[in-house]
Nanobody
Framework: QLQLVESGGGLVQPGGSLRLSCAAS????????IVWFRQAPGKEQEGISC????????IYADSVKGRFSGSRDKASNTVYLQMNSLKPEDTAVYYC????????????????????WGQGTQVTVSS
């Protein structure tokens, strides 16, 4: 059974950076694409990044493209989301998710039914 735990959130000033981690246990992440979602108060959940397990390639939402970058570390069984040039509108709870048989990201990743979710980590961007 795959278990996901996010960490790395916190309070940062606009223009700052954070690196979120999605650490897996129970099984290897080698067979799972990892998707990052976020949810801000009063807003719908937004899929912001999908990182394939096949080749490590990633897809990003327009709202974060050019500022966020995902990566995978096989040795630690962890996926990372590097977030640079943070804006107040990036304030949200960030979640990582995975699904059975979902290895390669596509443009519909944000609509896929995910089987595994982390507990979320709060990111607050404020001066």
């Amino acid at each position: 059974q795959l278990q996901l735990v996010e960490s790395g959130g916190g309070l940062v000033q606009p223009g700052g950076s954070l690196r979120l981690s999605c650490a897996a246990s129970g099984t290897t992440l080698d067979y799972y694409a990892i998707v990052w979602f976020r949810q801000a108060p009063g807003k719908e959940q937004e899929g912001i990044s999908c990182i394939s397990s096949t080749d490590g390639s990633a897809i990003y939402a327009d709202s974060v493209k050019g500022r966020f970058s995902g990566s995978r570390d096989k040795a630690s069984n962890t996926v990372y989301l590097q977030m640079n040039s943070l804006k107040p509108e990036d304030t949200a709870v960030y979640y990582c998710a995975a699904a059975h048989l979902f290895h390669k990201c596509n443009d519909d990743y944000h609509t896929y039914p995910y089987d595994y979710w982390g507990q979320g980590t709060q990111v607050t961007v404020s001066s």
